[in-house]
């Protein structure tokens, strides 16, 4: 039975670490509210439901949210009530508990949220985020936009600068999630407890959407998904095929990234990948890494070595040199030696990257590396993390200490 309510006013929090597919989410709660006359207060203590987004990708950004929860609690109204969504819900369900949260729902029950307060499903998906919506990404938006209004004045400045900090997901771009969960068994991921095994979006309903954005106009498209890579592979396809039908449509203007993509995926097709990422609509690709030893690639549970990595980083630069390379690494995994650390420096260093984010390990319970007894001392992953760190601010974002060629427009436009 629908629980019947006449609360009106809802203040919401969005926790700035989540990812892209979590505010998406995130977004398509807020819209069925005021889609049913709902009103959004910046005030917790007038509102009826205050509505909280999560995330656990570390203990750390788990540990944030939960603070942000209990602060909130001692702030609404005692007849209102605590809404939390995101991956807590189904990864931490007794933390939530204890802080009285009255309802909670994750990335895999949103009709559990709309049938406790009667609300009708969305009259059409959410596809755009709003800047102050985008979290850790606003840092390089910012870049993006200060590049923008330097280009206006045309003042010179040093090329490589407008590749590193190219918008990278903004208010002008659509978010097409094409996918849910993923296939994977990391072991450090605790976001797959929450999201879920693959479910994939229909080819035809992709296409269909696709179309009509860029009748509409609009031409910067991001497909998304915990692992975009993977998709298709549920219902009969991979990502080659749809990447494949995107890159048929007579649409010049396509602008077209890729999100969360699982290296394993590329490699199983990587002659087909190669070129149909050369196509110049292809902007950029993220390619999580996350090691650069085998031996901790293993215990990851990642499907890959650190040569076959390379290897098809190497071949995709050279194939696709104006798809922008993004990728992920993870710092102090349990029983990762100096030396193993170094591997993965020289890996990044040895390869071409526009973005690379370096996450220091932390225990995440469920999951199997937090049954790794032999654990890297804190202080050594915030030394292994502050020196990776560097170096990819010298290699990454100052080019090496290279500013030339000097341009006065954006090379890529």
Not at 14 to 39: H, M, P, T, Y
Not at 56 to 83: F, M, N, S
Not at 88 to 93: L, N, V
Request: with cysteine; aromatic share 8%.
């Amino acid at each position: 039975m629908e629980r019947e309510t006449t609360l009106k006013k809802v203040y919401v929090h969005q926790n700035s670490d989540g990812c892209i597919e979590s505010f998406l989410d995130f977004k398509n709660a807020r819209k069925v509210l005021l889609e049913d006359d709902w009103e959004i207060t910046d005030r917790p203590e007038e509102a009826e439901m205050l509505l909280v987004n999560t995330c656990v990708v570390g203990k750390y950004v788990e540990d944030h949210c939960l603070g942000e929860i209990q602060a909130l609690q001692a702030k609404k109204r005692d007849d209102a009530e605590l809404v939390v969504t995101g991956c807590m819900p189904e990864y931490a369900p007794q933390r939530l508990a204890k802080a009285g949260v009255d309802f909670s729902f994750g990335p895999q029950n949103f009709a559990s949220f709309r049938r406790r307060y009667g609300l009708r499903p969305p009259k059409k998906e959410a596809h755009t985020l709003e800047p102050d919506h985008l979290g850790p990404y606003n840092l390089f938006n910012w870049g993006g936009r200060l590049l923008s209004k330097a280009e206006a004045l045309g003042l010179p400045l040093p090329s490589y600068l407008y590749r590193r900090f190219a918008l990278v997901e903004d208010s002008n771009m659509e978010f097409l999630r094409i996918s849910r969960g993923c296939l994977e068994n990391c072991t450090y991921c605790a976001t797959r407890f929450a999201t879920g095994r693959l479910v994939s979006e229909p080819m035809e309903k992709i296409l269909a959407r696709v179309d009509d954005l860029l009748a509409s106009g609009r031409r910067s498209i991001v497909l998304c998904g915990e692992d975009s890579g993977a998709w298709g592979r549920d219902i009969g396809y991979t990502f080659a095929d749809l990447l494949e039908k995107l890159l048929s449509r007579p649409h010049p203007d396509l602008v077209l990234s890729i999100r969360q993509h699982q290296p394993n995926w590329a490699m199983k097709e990587l002659p087909r990948y190669l070129e149909l990422l050369s196509d110049k609509r292809v902007k950029s690709i993220m390619l999580p890494i996350q090691s650069g030893s085998d031996r901790i690639l293993k215990l990851m549970g990642r499907r890959y070595t650190a040569a076959q990595a390379e290897d098809m980083i190497h071949r995709i630069h050279e194939a696709a040199p104006q798809a922008m390379l993004r990728t992920h690494v993870i710092v102090g995994f349990p029983t990762e030696t100096w030396e193993e650390y170094l591997m993965t420096e020289r890996l990044i260093r040895r390869t071409s990257w526009d973005m690379v984010l370096v996450f220091p390990y932390t225990d995440r319970p469920r999951t199997g590396a937090a049954r790794i007894k032999q654990k890297v001392p804190t202080k050594e992953i915030v030394k292994r993390t502050a020196r990776l760190n560097a170096w990819v601010l010298w290699d990454v974002y100052l080019n090496r200490g290279n500013p030339f060629p000097i341009v006065r427009k954006n090379p890529m436009s």
